[in-house]
């Protein structure tokens, strides 16, 4: 049911006895209201998502452009498409945060997410698919598939999401239907099935033949797979089909909604988004077969350890997760939120954080175009879309309404981050500015981390990559015009002994009236690896007044963050002291600070000091053939190769190497495999650094020093 209607409006009505909410939608093209009848069963939510560079953005500017939302198709290249709205996308030509895109299309409204594809944005693309119905998992008809192909059908898989597979570029020279869908039968699942084959291809490409409405023997074979597929869904029809009963087409649309959702189906398409064929079909199958809120059903969240099934119902109480965050420059924050049950109208509402405890009024939904929103009042369970200047909204929180819904969505999951830099702000201006940055920065990107690193006071900024930071930083001046310089993190190595020593230290100073006097004997032992510090008091006869004890403690405390033999904080060792004298009046705990001091300084160098220097597990994930190269590369970085594992035809190596030799390494990976391989890495333990290295370190640190006088 469809109104026109000349203005904004929104209300509820009843209509065959059925409560329903209305829906107001702004349609470009025709200029008008389009005002329908909503229900969870009539959203299709869906992903996009691939390798970089696959056609994702292209396909929504085509879907967009089909459908009327706008007159004129964008293009990458020129940076005019509704998706790549951000300057930097622009800059590049590339997607580096997804777009939410709504339109309506047969009845039905689409909430289409733009993931970016290149590898230092695959925290955007997980979130997309975690919070889509459907991932839509595009393959270059020329590329076939690629690493972050992978990385998509791994994330789908992970979310039990249904899947779709667009082939896609069809028009290109090159481009091989057959064979790519075969890579993915293999590769991914045999249950990939066309729903759509290509007529022709490269520049005789010219339409694509809807199997299954088709009688030519060229879709034969496909329609039969997709039949038999289709009718297992249902025990009756399926007997039918083996009796060889011919199936009813209500019957096999039935079934394929149904396939589609349990993944029993996945649909394969071929189009060209440029060229712009085989768009329409894909966007009206889209509307007619993809599983809606309601087909993909219950699904989790937890109360503590109580598991809490959220029903896409729009009487429910109202709960949502929110997955996005983004500063708008007009707007000020916008928070996405993804809506899992009830309704919740904007008119004099509240939304409760149920992760922080927060309720704040809320003034409107907007329903986005990339960068534009078009207010809506009211959503419902199923819905994706972003609310303005919600303050305490962070992603992966569950929001709700008070006294509602209490139970709390698992967290987004994002990966870790295995870049590095150092930043430092160009002018005292940039550094009274850098806080505020770096915090609306963060919230808005769940890749990034910043932390300043107590041992070497380097403001540490950690992403998935170069081009990551690169644009973090190139964001940060454009916005609020914060300028970064940036170096290699330190290394934050630390100092160690390795055998026994005993030191005294004497303070010792007669100037006039009163007088200086300190006199203690400390025992250094090393420690086992990870044992940090320990103070042992073994005096006996008052050789040094128990008052004074505590001053010596407290300076070898002090004394270690910096040690002698590269200023570097000393670990791992016990301090004993069992002997000292003391003068009655020149005596004070300054001078027994002081007399430690000296006893350390002395102490650690006679027992055969050392630097250690902190190791991390690194996991690399790489196609079969470049394990040679990657297992010689961390022989020539000190790194330890501690296993492999084969995943289809990936390989996995886990290797431990000193984190001086990975700052780079994501860097040096991609060159080594073009782009093929990724890794994660976390800390694992310290360890000796080898003698002509730590040689370098010690001077090299002992040169900063001087400068620095
Ligand atoms: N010939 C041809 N080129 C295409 C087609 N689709 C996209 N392209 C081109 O391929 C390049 C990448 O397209 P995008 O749409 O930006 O790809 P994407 O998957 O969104 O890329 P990221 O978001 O950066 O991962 C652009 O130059 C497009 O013009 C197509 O169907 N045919
Ligand atoms: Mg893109």
Not at 43 to 69: D, M, Y
Not at 469 to 489: C, F, H, N, S
Not at 563 to 572: C, E, K, Q, S, T
Not at 591 to 605: D, E, Y
Request: with cysteine; aromatic share 10%; net charge negative.
């Amino acid at each position: 049911m469809i109104f026109y209607i000349p203005f904004n409006l929104l209300l509820s009505i009843e209509y065959n006895n059925i409560k329903s909410k209305i829906f107001i939608f702004y349609n470009k093209m025709e200029g008008v209201f389009i005002m329908g009848v909503r229900k969870p069963e009539d959203t299709r939510s869906f992903a996009l998502c691939a390798h970089g560079g696959a056609g994702k953005t292209s396909l929504a500017e085509a879907i967009l452009f089909n459908n009327g939302n706008i007159t004129r198709m964008g293009n990458v290249q020129n940076g005019n498409t509704v998706s790549d709205f951000q300057s930097e996308e622009q800059k590049r030509n590339i997607s580096i945060s997804t777009s939410l895109i709504t339109l309506e299309r047969k009845g039905k409204t689409f909430y289409l997410l733009d993931a970016p594809g290149y590898a230092d944005f695959t925290g955007e693309m997980s979130a997309a698919i975690r919070v889509a119905d459907t991932a839509v998992i595009l393959v270059s008809s020329v590329g076939g598939i690629e690493v972050q192909t992978s990385k998509a059908w791994e994330y789908a898989e992970h979310h039990n999401a249904p899947v779709a597979f667009v082939i896609s570029k069809m028009d290109r020279e090159n481009a091989d239907f057959e064979k790519v869908l075969a890579d993915i039968k293999t590769q991914f699942s045999q249950n990939a099935l066309p729903v759509f084959l290509p007529i022709g291809s490269a520049d005789k490409f010219s339409g694509v033949i809807d199997v299954l409405n088709s009688d030519s023997p060229e879709a034969a074979s496909a329609k039969e797979a997709l039949i038999e597929a289709a009718v297992e869904m249902d025990d009756e029809l399926m007997e039918k089909y083996l009796e060889g009963e011919t199936i009813a087409q209500a019957d096999i649309e039935r079934t394929l909604k149904k396939a589609i959702a349990s993944k029993r189906i996945m649909p394969v398409f071929a189009l060209s988004s440029t060229a712009n064929i085989g768009v329409k079909e894909f966007s009206d199958f889209v509307a007619d077969y993809f599983p809606s809120p309601v087909d993909i059903g219950k699904i989790d969240a937890f109360d503590g350890d109580k598991k809490v099934e959220v029903e896409p119902k729009v009487d429910a109480p109202f709960s949502a997760l929110c997955f996005k965050v983004m500063a708008d420059a007009f707007v000020g924050k916008l928070s996405f939120i993804r809506v899992y049950s009830g309704t919740l109208s904007s008119e004099g509402s509240n939304i409760y954080n149920v992760n922080r405890g927060e309720d704040e009024r809320i003034s409107s939904f907007k329903l986005m175009m990339g960068k534009d929103g078009k207010d809506v009042k009211e959503v419902i369970a199923g819905d994706i879309v972003a609310i303005p200047k919600l303050q305490s909204a962070k992603v992966g929180d569950t929001l709700a309404t008070k006294g509602g819904f209490s139970a709390k969505f698992p967290p987004i999951e994002f990966p870790k981050p295995v870049y590095s830099v150092a930043v430092i702000a160009k002018t005292r201006a940039d550094e009274d500015k850098l806080g505020n940055a770096i915090s609306r920065t963060l919230e808005e990107d769940c890749s990034l981390t910043f932390e300043k690193n107590a041992e070497t006071r380097d403001n540490v900024l950690s992403g998935m990559g170069d081009m990551h930071i690169d644009i973090v930083l190139a964001k940060m001046k454009e916005r609020y015009g914060v300028d970064l310089d940036t170096k290699t993190p330190q290394v934050p190595y630390r100092e160690t002994i390795r055998k026994m020593s005993e030191a005294q230290g004497k303070h010792k100073k007669q100037s006039g009236g009163h007088g200086q006097y300190g006199d203690v004997y400390i025992r250094y032992r090393p420690l086992e690896r990870g044992a940090g510090f320990e103070f042992i008091d073994s005096v006996v006869g008052g050789a040094v007044p128990r008052n004074f004890i505590p001053a010596v403690e407290k300076g070898l405390r002090e004394y270690m963050l910096a040690g002698p033999l590269a200023g570097f904080p000393v670990v791992d060792f016990s301090a004993e002291l069992y002997y000292g004298s003391y003068h009655d009046v020149d005596s004070s705990e300054m001078s027994f600070k002081l007399a430690t001091r000296l006893s350390f300084k002395k102490g650690i160098m006679d027992a055969n000091p050392v630097l250690l220097e902190p190791v991390m597990d690194v996991e690399v994930t790489v196609p079969e053939r470049f394990m040679g190269d990657v297992m010689g590369d961390f022989n020539s970085r000190r790194g330890r190769i501690m296993g492999m594992e084969g995943h289809g035809k990936l390989q996995v190596v886990k290797a431990q190497c000193p984190l001086a030799e990975m700052f780079r390494y994501a860097i040096i990976l991609r060159s080594m495999t073009s782009g093929e391989g990724s890794f994660s890495m976390e800390y694992s333990h310290y360890e000796e650094v080898p003698g002509d290295i730590a040689k370098k370190v010690i001077a090299a640190h002992k040169k900063e020093d001087e400068d620095e006088e």
